[in-house]
T-cell receptor
Framework: AQSVTQLGSHVSVSEGALVLLRCNYSSSVPPYLFWYVQYPNQGLQLLLKYTSAATLVKGINGFEAEFKKSETSFHLTKPSAHMSDAAEYFCAVNSGGYQKVTFGIGTKLQVIP | DTGVSQNPRHKITKRGQNVTFRCDPISEHNRLYWYRQTLGQGPEFLTYFQNEAQLEKSRLLSDRFSAERPKGSFSTLEIQRTEQGDSAMYLC????????????FGPGTRLLVL
């Protein structure tokens, strides 16, 4: 079984402030973990992906995420928020690499000027 | 651009009508997935294909829903006798055959059932 919990359905940050979006996963086998971003009325775009090669994963648009097995976490961070980062972010897990992806409920990021 | 494409992008229909959506995956990808996303939720898995074989179906996929991928290329998702609860965004994704292959998503088809 696999699942994802995203803490905080809405997060607001000031422009230039640190972005931290939280994700905890559950998986019976070593997981593949993803962060996707979705802009209004669009599909999902991959931000970054963890495949066990390195615990700190760098993605597009300055985002990165750290895999912490002991905490079963995969939190997404960006040092300095930009107005264009306002979107909905989904954490997702794929246990073992061959199964369907299970998504969290998403976190809407608001960036305040 | 050779990304995943979906048609139509929007569909408005009356309750009881049948609708069909099409997904064209990235050409070299052999896996194709359908998801449904309702407001305020993450995408929920519906079904997936490896080539033309439908390998898994979610309990969410009632008998009014059917999906095909006849030649292992494009796929169609049909909903018969639509209900207002079917209103959602239907997302298609494709991935390569390798383990942990990233799923690349299309723009989605937004369905509104009146």
């Amino acid at each position: 079984a696999q699942s994802v919990t995203q803490l905080g359905s809405h997060v607001s940050v000031s422009e230039g402030a640190l972005v931290l979006l939280r994700c905890n996963y559950s998986s019976s086998v070593p997981p593949y973990l993803f962060w996707y971003v979705q802009y209004p009325n669009q599909g999902l775009q991959l931000l970054l992906k963890y495949t066990s090669a390195a615990t700190l994963v760098k993605g597009i648009n300055g985002f990165e995420a750290e895999f912490k097995k002991s905490e079963t976490s995969f939190h997404l961070t960006k040092p300095s928020a930009h107005m264009s980062d306002a979107a909905e972010y989904f954490c997702a897990v794929n246990s073992g690499g061959y199964q369907k992806v299970t998504f969290g409920i998403g976190t809407k990021l608001q960036v305040i000027p | 651009d050779t990304g995943v494409s979906q048609n139509p992008r929007h569909k408005i229909t009356k309750r009881g009508q049948n609708v069909t959506f099409r997904c064209d995956p990235i050409s070299e990808h052999n896996r194709l997935y359908w998801y449904r996303q309702t407001l305020g939720q993450g995408p929920e898995f519906l079904t997936y294909f490896q080539n033309e074989a439908q390998l898994e179906k979610s309990r969410l996929l009632s008998d009014r829903f059917s999906a095909e991928r006849p030649k292992g290329s494009f796929s169609t998702l049909e909903i018969q006798r639509t209900e207002q609860g079917d209103s959602a965004m239907y997302l298609c994704a494709s991935s390569p055959r390798d383990r942990g292959g990233t799923q690349y998503f299309g723009p989605g088809t937004r369905l509104l059932v009146l």
